[in-house]
């Protein structure tokens, strides 16, 4: 079964652009959930999407964004980027609730200039 | 607000030593997990605890879950350069958010 599938790999922006992240989920799994990691903050909770509805959010400015697609596909988007979004981005599928094993993409690094 | 410390933040040890890394929260959890993130790569789950005072092994690997659910221990035995990662705790509290923890980033010499 192939894993979760994370495009681009490496993304380099300037601040004010937006940006576009996507997410294949494993074969099955309906859940995928976005998270970002930087050095300072650690690894923290974006978002989560079930059946194209999004569960929770963490506490992120309204400039994050996320949608999932009837497919279980999920992008996340980023406007007027800031100096501080660049990290790396995270994307974990799972089969559904209850909340079970999270699997990991490998991420999409993102450098804004 | 949940927060999850873990402790240490970093930690170097000699290859074959013992080690213990903690998580701490001032929140029931109802259940945690423990990942493992190697460089390049997204976290890799290594268990999930449930019960308070429940006990996992993973081979040399040991995970206890407080009997208050608001802490949990990863103990590894005889540390092997495979061994060297980011560990990071999760915590699943009452509204399902997966929380992480701050992690501890752990080097095994050889």
């Known amino acids: ?113 | 607000t949940q927060l999850l410390e873990q402790s240490p933040q970093f930690l170097s040890i000699q290859e074959g030593e013992n080690l213990t890394v903690y998580c701490n929260s001032s929140s029931v959890f109802s259940s945690l997990q423990w990942y493992r993130q190697e460089p390049g790569e997204g976290p890799v789950l290594l268990v999930t605890v449930v019960t308070g005072g429940e006990v996992k092994k993973l081979k040399r690997l040991t995970f206890q879950f407080g009997d208050a659910r608001k802490d949990s221990s990863l103990h590894i035995t005889a540390a092997q350069p495979g061994d060297t990662g980011l560990y990071l705790c999760a915590g699943i509290f009452g509204n399902e958010k997966l929380t992480f923890g701050t992690g501890t980033r752990l080097t095994i010499i050889p």
Request: glycine share 12%.
């Open chain 1, 1 to 113: 079964k192939a894993g979760v599938t994370q495009t681009p790999r490496y993304l380099i922006k300037t601040r004010g652009q937006q940006v576009t992240l996507s997410c294949s989920p494993i074969s099955g799994h309906r859940s995928v959930s976005w998270y970002q990691q930087t050095p300072g903050q650690g690894l923290q909770f974006l978002f989560e999407y079930f059946s194209e509805t999004q569960r929770n959010k963490g506490n992120f400015p309204g400039r994050f964004s996320g949608r999932q697609f009837s497919n279980s596909r999920s992008e996340m988007n980023v406007s007027t980027l800031e100096l501080g979004d660049s990290a790396l981005y995270l994307c974990a599928s799972s089969p559904g609730p209850p909340r079970g094993e999270q699997f990991f993409g490998p991420g999409t690094r993102l450098t804004v200039l």
